[in-house]
């Protein structure tokens, strides 16, 4: 118990802390972990982006076909026309 406060009233000091955040193996504890968080953020980055590529090709592809379909349905001849499947019309009959 008295250690720990000792310990405390130590560390609470800002000359110390100071001292401490200048010191060389303090500073390089913090390079490495910047240096670790900063690879594990891009490699997350990465990871959704490799999952969210293929789920954006789909929808690319969808939205062309409904697109290709929707012109389609546009284009298409008009009811009582000749198209294909509907023969030559009452002429060709005789």
Same mark, same amino acid.
């Given at each position: 118990?008295?250690? @720990?406060?000792?310990?405390?009233?130590?560390?609470?000091?800002?000359?110390?802390?100071? @001292?401490?955040?200048?010191?060389?193996?303090?500073?390089?504890?913090?390079? *490495?972990?910047?240096?670790? *968080?900063?690879?594990?953020?891009?490699?997350?980055?990465?990871?959704? +982006?490799?999952?969210?590529?293929?789920?954006? +090709?789909?929808?690319?592809?969808?939205?062309? *076909?409904? +697109?290709?379909?929707?012109?389609? *349905?546009?284009?298409?001849?008009?009811?009582g026309k000749e198209g294909p499947g509907r023969g030559r019309g009452p002429e060709a009959r005789r």
């Amino acid at each position: 118990m008295v250690l @720990r406060q000792f310990l405390h009233s130590l560390f609470n000091t800002p000359r110390l802390v100071e @001292r401490l955040a200048e010191s060389r193996p303090i500073r390089r504890a913090a390079q *490495l972990t910047a240096l670790a *968080l900063l690879r594990a953020q891009l490699g997350a980055r990465g990871a959704t +982006r490799s999952l969210r590529g293929p789920a954006e +090709r789909a929808a690319r592809f969808g939205a062309a *076909l409904a +697109r290709e379909l929707r012109r389609g *349905l546009r284009e298409r001849p008009a009811a009582g026309k000749e198209g294909p499947g509907r023969g030559r019309g009452p002429e060709a009959r005789r």
